[in-house]
């Protein structure tokens, strides 16, 4: 589906009441509805929560009549108004073209969808919509068309990317694919063999050249000896009755096997000090002690509103790595006005569980004030672990020295246990 605000859809557009007072959309534009508020400061000044997640970021008061706003907990919940905006009447968004022309949504007079509802019926209309645009069920990455739900029948019946049956050997091949199919892979159609002119399915086919017929020149079995001879197959044996050197050929065989057994038996014992080499080193770096420096630390307070986030240099300890996730003005609403910190363990998604022991310490420029947290966490992916509400943002200028923000980061990752348990 084309991605829209709600003010595009309307029927009948709204008066300013509804409107944020900053980028004067509606305060409620975008589902789920759930999510969004429309919230005032106690004199009443309307923003969408979006604004007011980055006014309190920039200034704890509201713009218009400068009254202090600390953190959105104090701001009032206009009830009401929600209730009237829920209640106005929007176009289902099927009912429109899948582009826009200068930005504007096209309405689709012919196959688009023709209901209009409330907006506080639109989530469950779209859930049930036929309307609604998808994409090809058989290949989504061959084929390229986009169609209504509804229309799914008619675009299977041409589609040259379903799947149908082989009318040779009854498998399974993409319309598209047939002839290639039919002229390369099915098993089915029959074809001469050059040697023998007998006939077979192609499967077969590769088989009986490979290993039964009779007519094909093969190797002599014992070449890797030194036998250079080649025979056909029906040949082979009076090959091998009459040449009474394959023993000598035989034991060569043997011998060139020994030595390999031998070249593998040394590189084995090699691989294996190897590892112990390894395993020490491993041993060694499993601890890692730096220091982050963010230069510039007033502009990034003002250019990284709340939940979003500045990211460290990756560091590695022996083979995992991670890196320092910072927010800031917070992560998320919850905490607005903190700095966020987590540790994040960069890999993949494991059954094994990786333990770390860190902390982070805030330099200040007076040691004795330095502030410190500790944690340990186990990881089984990549999820941050660390504090929501790090430090007051108001409390920080002492820890900004030259422009700069100091942190001393602090992981040891813990080895597993060596005790075995069973419950």
Known sequence: MIEYKINEILVKQLNDDYNCSICVDPVLNSLPLEQHQALSCKNGHLLCQTCWGKQLALRKEC??????VESLNELCRNIFLEKGFRNKKVHCPNGFENFKVDEKLIKDESDGCKSVITIDQLEGHLRECEYVFIECPNDPIRCKDKFRKNQTEKHMSKCQYVTILCEHCKEPVIKNDMPTHIENDCSIISLECEFCKEKFGRRSLENHIANECPNVIIDCPHKEGGCKSKVKRCDLQQHLAEEDNHIRYMQKIIEKHRVQVEESDRVIKKLRSDYKDLEKRVEITSRYKGSWTIENWSQKLTHYPNNERLKSP?????????????????????NT?????????YEKPS???TVVKFSFELVHSDPTKSLKFEKQNKYTENKGSGFSQFIDVKLISGFVIDGKLTINIDVEVIPPSNFLVTK
């Open 351 to 353: 059954t094994s569980t």
């Open 63 to 68: 713009c218009i009549c400068k009254i202090k």
């Open 314 to 334: 990756y560091f590695c300890i022996g083979s995992k790595s991670f890196y320092v996730g910072l927010y800031p003005n917070g992560f998320n609403l919850t």
């Open 337 to 345: 006005g903190f700095m966020s910190i987590f540790l994040h363990l």
